[in-house]
C-alpha cells in the first residue's frame, strides 16, 4: 500500500511540473526545398498571460542537404511590433565525421531546437512567428519542412 502512495506522489509531483503543447504547426516546403524568399508564418493567438511559455523551432531535413548547419532567422511579433528577433544557428551534421544530428524516421532527421525560454507575453492577443532561411541560397535543397512548438509552462 505505502508503495501505491509513493508512486502517486511522484505522478503528482512530475505532472505539476511538465508543460503543455499550446500551439504546434510544421509547413513542409515543395520538393524538400526552402526558398531564400520564403518567409514560414505561425499565427497564434495567447489568451493567458499569467503563465510563461517556451518557443521552439521544429526542422526536418534529409542527407541531400549540402551543410553541416542552417541559419534561421526567427521574429516574434504582435499586431504592432517585432518583440525578439534572433539568429539561430543550428547544427544538422557532426562536423567531423558527418553524421547526422536528430531523430531519424526513414529517411528524414528532425530536430527541436529551443528558441525563448520562460516567454511572458505581455498582452492577450494575436501573435505571429516568422522564419527566414538565412544560409544566402536561393534553393535550400533537403529541408523538408519547418515548424514552431509553443508550450504553456505550469
Given at each position: 500500500?505505502?508503495?501505491?502512495?509513493?508512486?502517486?506522489?511522484?505522478?503528482?509531483?512530475?505532472?505539476?511540473?511538465?508543460?503543455?503543447?499550446?500551439?504546434?504547426?510544421?509547413?513542409?516546403?515543395?520538393?524538400?526545398s526552402?526558398?531564400?524568399?520564403?518567409?514560414?508564418?505561425?499565427?497564434?493567438?495567447?489568451?493567458?498571460?499569467?503563465?510563461p511559455?517556451?518557443?521552439?523551432?521544429?526542422?526536418?531535413?534529409?542527407?541531400?542537404?549540402?551543410?553541416?548547419?542552417?541559419?534561421?532567422?526567427?521574429?516574434?511579433?504582435?499586431?504592432?511590433?517585432?518583440?525578439?528577433?534572433?539568429?539561430?544557428?543550428?547544427?544538422?551534421?557532426?562536423?567531423?565525421?558527418?553524421?547526422?544530428?536528430?531523430?531519424?524516421?526513414?529517411?528524414?532527421?528532425?530536430?527541436?531546437?529551443?528558441?525563448?525560454?520562460?516567454?511572458?507575453?505581455?498582452?492577450?492577443?494575436?501573435?505571429?512567428?516568422?522564419?527566414?532561411q538565412?544560409?544566402?541560397?536561393?534553393?535550400?535543397?533537403?529541408?523538408?519542412?519547418?515548424?514552431?512548438?509553443?508550450?504553456?509552462?505550469?
Amino acid at each position: 500500500m505505502r508503495f501505491i502512495y509513493i508512486i502517486s506522489a511522484i505522478i503528482l509531483f512530475t505532472s505539476a511540473c511538465t508543460e503543455d503543447r499550446y500551439f504546434e504547426e510544421n509547413i513542409d516546403f515543395t520538393d524538400r526545398s526552402w526558398n531564400m524568399q520564403d518567409s514560414v508564418l505561425f499565427q497564434f493567438e495567447i489568451d493567458s498571460i499569467e503563465l510563461p511559455y517556451r518557443v521552439k523551432l521544429n526542422l526536418r531535413n534529409t542527407m541531400d542537404y549540402p551543410y553541416r548547419n542552417i541559419y534561421v532567422q526567427y521574429y516574434l511579433k504582435d499586431s504592432s511590433e517585432i518583440l525578439n528577433e534572433n539568429l539561430q544557428n543550428i547544427k544538422l551534421f557532426e562536423a567531423k565525421t558527418g553524421k547526422p544530428f536528430g531523430d531519424r524516421q526513414s529517411e528524414i532527421y528532425s530536430h527541436q531546437l529551443l528558441i525563448q525560454d520562460s516567454v511572458y507575453f505581455p498582452k492577450k492577443g494575436k501573435y505571429t512567428i516568422q522564419l527566414e532561411q538565412y544560409m544566402r541560397e536561393k534553393e535550400l535543397e533537403g529541408i523538408v519542412s519547418a515548424g514552431i512548438k509553443i508550450e504553456q509552462l505550469k
